[in-house]
């Protein structure tokens, strides 16, 4: 492929994709400008957020790389299948996403502390960052595997899709997930 | 290509897991100062409501065009057609397709941005988002390009799979940054 055509190909083949990402980047926005109003009941839950969606995109984005090269590799085959390196690829992004979530609360609460700052509680922390972290984990592993799957077998090089996929999933079902979780120990506490 | 082979064709959940984790680790604490940052903005973010909308977005797209780049770049590795090589035409045909498709998006960003805003009843002149989207966002794309560059190198050198740490690496930096960037510009620009 000379540079020209290549240059034509990434753009044509990303840009929808993009743009999708785009759309979504800008609802999860809106979503975002809601929070800004739980943030009174929470001290401190702002700084979290970039930090919560930043290990979406790292956990799922690695998983997301990892299976396009193993599809180019021709090491794991585009469908559903209890094949050995697909269930240790998604087990282990499982256990990073979770594990994550736990530090990055406890990290966010020990940040807020040395600044000084106004914080709510360590548990409020835990609870919110375990009931999104598990809840967007598992639509970010299916959607993964279900998008990178579908677009492998259409013809799409699965390298262009794996990073729109996983910051428009992981920034909507995040902030959707984290107003979810924000909400639900807002009641209980 | 070095002693490679190993990490190249690791599937082992236990160490992707203890690849990752340690790394993930670093770079939460990376991002809280953009988490910080965020918190500090929170007067000109609800001044100006459309950039909160705009900050999600901003930030996705930057690290979306490092991770392509990453993605690709790696891929090329382990097919064995990556040269680091400043004569390869089609690493700087990769380069100019990211920065092209920074300069659609972003615009469009900013387009999208002033549609909602005057949707949801908060104006900001739609030349002042164009010009924060664009400087922000082309900044942006050139420090994801360059960390793209400069993290597959290091993972190859190191012989690490680049998938287990490009990406994470790229989208961080580019988190950091990207949100740093676009509040400094946002503040310059609205005389904050």
Redesign the interface.
Known sequence: ????E??VS??RE??PV??I??????A???I??NL?AS?ERFP?L??????F???R???Y??L???L???L??G?IEPRFSWD??L???V???F??GI??SV??AV??RL?LAV?G?ESAALWEFLAIMLVSGVLTSTVLIFGLLLVLFGGYKAGYDP??L???I???LG?IFG?LFLVFAVTLVGVIA | MPSTGDSLGSWSARSIVVTMFPLLIVLSIIVLAAGITLDRAEALLEQYRVLAIMVPTMVGLGGNLGAILSSRLSSRLHLGVATFDVRDTGLWANVAAILALAVTVFTVLAIGSYLLGLVLGFGVALSTLLFIALVSGLSIAVIAVVCSFGATYASYRLGIDPDDLTIPIVTNVVDVFGMLIFVGVSWVVLGF
């Not at chain 1, 492929?1 to 020209?4: D, E, G, K, T, Y």
């Not at chain 1, 990402?21 to 800008?26: E, I, K, Y």
């Not at chain 1, 702002?46 to 930090?51: A, G, I, R």
């Open positions: 492929m000379s540079a020209r290549e240059f990434i753009y990303t840009l993009l743009l990402a785009l759309g979504g980047g800008l999860s926005g809106v975002l400008e800004l943030v401190g702002l700084v979290m957020v970039p930090v969606l930043a290990t995109g790292n956990v984005g690695a997301g790389g990892r396009a090269s193993g180019h590799q090491l050995e390196r269930v240790n690829a087990v282990a992004s256990v990073n594990g994550i530090v990055i990290l966010t940040a600044l700052w390298d262009n794996v990073g729109p996983v910051t428009t920034d902030m």
